[in-house]
């Protein structure tokens, strides 16, 4: 019998993010340069302690099988941080250790998700959640923002997009790929129309801690009471701490969602790898001083990206309040030739710059918009200095 994919797999687009830092990978192992902008990796090294904690739980045995949904010390210690952060208690049982972040998005869906569901999800998205949403059958409801609302939904566009079917809300603050950030006014607006229509969310807020000055970051399940009692808060190691590898994420959700997506990592995954949840631990309730630093990194990266989005004709990006993405609107300056060769859409744009200017970027359609392309700042100063110097050069071109 030949090999036939299932339906629910070949309608899977796979993540165009990873399509196109795997692409910068195979030039750079051609021996090109390339000035990598595509992939959302912070490019410090893990910091020494955490890496130390890694070693010593190997050295303590700490090798083998853990509890299904993470071990009791690292579930006490994201309750703790969460709790001291965020001022909202919850007990370690709500907390669900995966794979990371990614993971955890995933363990949301599947356990709240039927056949016909719908999920609103506001665009531009991070490329993983409508694909998440359908692999359950459930039906991604993309509702488009405005760059001049800082790519921002409101309560009135969340109240027209919710049908009688309507499960879910997801929500990304601060934003992957715009890097915007809902202020609790705002937040609490949408959780008025969450609370009145009944519905759930998923809260992925893997930015937290990468915030920048004159913002303000609010968890959504503290903007009104009773919120997280229909919430799932998603976060993690890997941006926070520089631990991408490591693979550790969490939610913080009601606790009947947490024993569900517990069996559910029973049966899956076992568990999350037991050295690093030791590490997670490390990195939890070590040293905060490391974040503070890679922050004061990405803030100059950030200014200087405004800075030169700034500079070039006709290009623009709504203000970052967190993460570490610009998200640049290049609609004038598509549906023309550059060196020859026409461009009418952002994935053209993208693949033509890759290929004239060997610069890396991830192309708005990937994101649920079109006449966008992302830009990582989670790089060194010189490539940023690099890339743009070249990105000029193509507009110009
Ligand atoms: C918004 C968002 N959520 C989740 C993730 C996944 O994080 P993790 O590496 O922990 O799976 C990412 C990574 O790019 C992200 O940008």
Redesign the pocket.
């Known amino acids: 019998m030949p090999v036939t994919i299932s339906r629910v797999i070949q309608a899977l687009e796979p993540s165009a ?1 990873i399509a196109m830092s795997t692409k910068a990978k195979e030039l750079k192992a051609a021996g090109k340069t390339v000035y990598d902008l595509s992939v ?2 912070p490019d410090f090294t893990t910091p020494k302690h955490i890496c130390q904690a890694a070693v010593e739980a190997m050295e303590a045995g700490h090798t083998h099988y853990t509890a299904a949904s993470g071990i009791p010390e690292l579930k006490r210690s994201v309750a703790q941080q969460y709790q001291q952060q965020h001022g909202l208690e919850y007990a370690p049982s709500q907390v669900v250790v995966s794979n ?4 955890s ?1 995933h363990n949301v869906c599947a356990v709240l998700l039927d056949p016909g569901d719908e999920v609103i999800i506001p665009a531009p998205y ?1 490329v ?1 959640y409508a694909e998440l949403v359908k692999l359950t059958g459930a039906i991604p409801v993309i509702v488009q923002t405005r760059q001049e609302d800082n790519f921002k939904l409101n309560a009135e566009q969340f109240r027209a997009a919710i049908t009688d079917k309507t499960k879910m809300l997801l929500l ?1 603050s601060p ?2 790929p715009t890097g915007s950030m809902y202020s609790p006014e705002e937040l609490g607006e949408l959780a008025d129309v969450v609370i009145e229509h009944d519905l759930l969310v998923l809260a ?1 807020e ?2 937290d801690r990468l915030v920048y000055p004159g913002h303000k970051f609010a968890s959504f399940p503290t903007v009104r009471p009773g919120l997280a009692e229909r919430t799932a808060v ?1 976060n ?4 926070t701490y520089a631990m ?1 590898g490591w ?3 969490w939610t913080l959700s009601p606790v009947g969602m947490a024993k569900a997506m517990g069996s559910l990592q029973s049966q899956e995954t076992s568990n999350p790898c037991s050295i690093s949840q030791y590490a997670a631990i490390a990195a939890i309730e070590g040293p905060q001083q490391c974040v503070d630093e890679m922050l004061v990194e990405f803030t100059k990266r950030r200014e200087f990206v405004i800075r030169r989005i700034g500079q070039i004709p006709g290009i623009s990006c709504a203000e970052m309040g967190g ?1 570490f993405y610009a998200y640049i609107n290049i609609a004038e300056h598509l549906g023309r030739p550059y060196n020859g060769t026409q461009i009418d859409n952002s994935h053209q744009w993208c693949m033509e710059l890759l290929a004239q200017q060997n610069v890396a970027t991830v192309m708005g359609s990937a994101f649920g918009t079109e006449g966008y392309f992302r830009a990582a700042f989670a790089t060194s100063m010189e490539t940023l200095e690099a890339a743009f110097d070249r990105i000029e050069e193509f507009l110009a071109g």
């Open positions: 993010t959302g990796e990371g972040a990614k993971h998005v991070w993983s990304c934003s992957n992925d893997i930015y998603i993690g190691v890997s941006k991408t693979r550790i994420g993460a």
